[in-house]
């Protein structure tokens, strides 16, 4: 599907490293540094017009979040079909020792371009049933992590509080 791309650099151009790779990178046209603990927006030099019906999702690359501790801190990022600005990437470098240095052209993020619905949100009395009903957060179990002593951060109404 041809999406139409402007590029304020010719090398922003996002790709896809390999035959069937869902995600294309997207890189940093400026020099940054994302010291220990800090978030930074870096452009892309990317903007695109997206058809009606689609949605991209910004979303980190696993390589450095694995070894950097690099994420993106919003992900995924949605970028709106009918939005013309840059791209941007708001990164997180979740390391609270090392900063991470990255260079102009550095490939930073990639892009998921998908089909979305729009739906009409019904307000209605009842729900229909399902077999999962309201479980939900952890109510399947499955790892000793999810029994924790802390309160449950929700808000309840006191009819609701054992
Ligand atoms: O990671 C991202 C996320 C969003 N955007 C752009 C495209 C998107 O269409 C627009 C608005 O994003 P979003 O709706 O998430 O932001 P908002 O904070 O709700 O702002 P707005 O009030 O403009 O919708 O910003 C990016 O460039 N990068």
Known sequence: MPVPVLLAVPQALPTYAH???AGADLTTRVDVVVGPG???????GVSLALPDGHVAFVVP?????AKRGLTVLNSPGTVDAGYRGE???TLLNTD???AVELRAGDRVAQV?????????????????VSARGEGGHGSTGGSDALVSTAPF????????RP
Do not use: C, I, K, N
Not at 153 to 160: D, L, W
């Open 61 to 65: 690359r696993s390589g450095l979040a």
């Open 19 to 21: 035959a069937g790779d």
């Open 96 to 98: 609270l020792r090392e």
């Open 87 to 89: 791209v941007r990437v």
């Open 38 to 44: 800090e978030r930074v927006t870096v452009p892309t």
């Open 153 to 160: 951060p929700t808000t309840t109404t006191p009819e609701e």
């Open 112 to 128: 998921v371009v998908q089909r979305v619905e729009r739906v009409q949100f019904l307000p209605v009395q009842e729900l229909p």
